[in-house]
């Protein structure tokens, strides 16, 4: 089946430690996308790609790096300058033509230790 | 700043009513909306997606976009329970790497 999978589900950090988020898709989308969602919050975009070695900050790309080195994978480092990690990370990917929903993997939470 | 508002929350509908959610937004020449449905603990999951004015219908859902009044709506007809969720407005916005834009979603009730 076609989609974005991302790991792993759960995930917990000790303070000074560089944690990487998974993402992998097989919509053979060329755009990625990464998420932070706290409670009651919208989602905010860290960082986006719409091409294999090229990507973007997005609003909140602080504390956080990406590599895109294939089209199937965007992983996402929350390094330890991030002071306030815990939250809902998704990654979602789309087309990038005029029309192009995104579509979300099932998320990682990520907690401090 | 290009800005997703939705009606504070959260909103409460008997079984069977029709619910009616609405977002507005601020880039007049922003093209493309969706509506995401979002379960507690779960991702987003897209449900609607309208790109010209007036009505889209699917099933008990409909989306309705006015770019005059720069609004667009979620309404969902015969709600039952398990339509109770956390529903985002999201927006692609104009310019270069048009991005997507959400709204911090507005949670529906559904009471059996």
């Known amino acids: 089946d076609g989609g974005i999978t991302q790991s792993p589900k759960y995930l917990f950090r000790k303070e000074g430690q560089n944690v990487t988020l998974s993402c992998e898709q097989n919509?053979?989308?060329?755009?990625m996308y990464w998420y932070r969602q706290d409670p009651g919050q919208g989602l905010r975009l860290i960082y986006y790609?719409?091409?294999?070695?090229?990507?973007q900050k997005g609003d909140i790309a602080e504390g956080y790096s990406v590599s895109r080195e294939k089209k199937e994978s965007f992983p996402l480092t929350v390094t330890s300058a991030q002071k306030n990690p815990t939250a809902f990370y998704l990654c979602?990917?789309?087309?990038?033509?005029?029309?192009?929903?995104?579509?979300f993997g099932d998320g990682t939470r990520l907690s401090i230790l | 700043q290009k800005e997703v508002e939705q009606n504070s929350g959260p909103l409460s509908v008997p079984e069977g009513a029709i619910a009616s959610l609405n977002c507005t937004y601020s880039d007049r020449g922003s093209q493309s909306f969706f509506w995401y449905r979002q379960y507690s603990g779960k991702s987003p999951e897209l449900i609607m997606s309208i790109y010209s004015n007036g009505d889209k219908e699917d099933g008990r859902f409909t989306a309705q976009l006015n770019k005059a009044s720069q609004y667009v709506s979620l309404l969902i007809r015969d709600s039952q329970p398990s339509d109770s969720a956390t529903y985002l407005c999201a927006v692609i916005s104009t310019g270069a790497n048009s991005k997507l834009t959400f709204g911090k979603g507005i949670t529906l009730s559904v009471r059996p």
């Open positions: 790609s719409q091409i294999v070695n090229d990507f």
């Open positions: 919509l053979n989308h060329d755009a």
């Open positions: 979602a990917s789309s087309t990038t033509g005029p029309v192009r929903p995104q579509h």
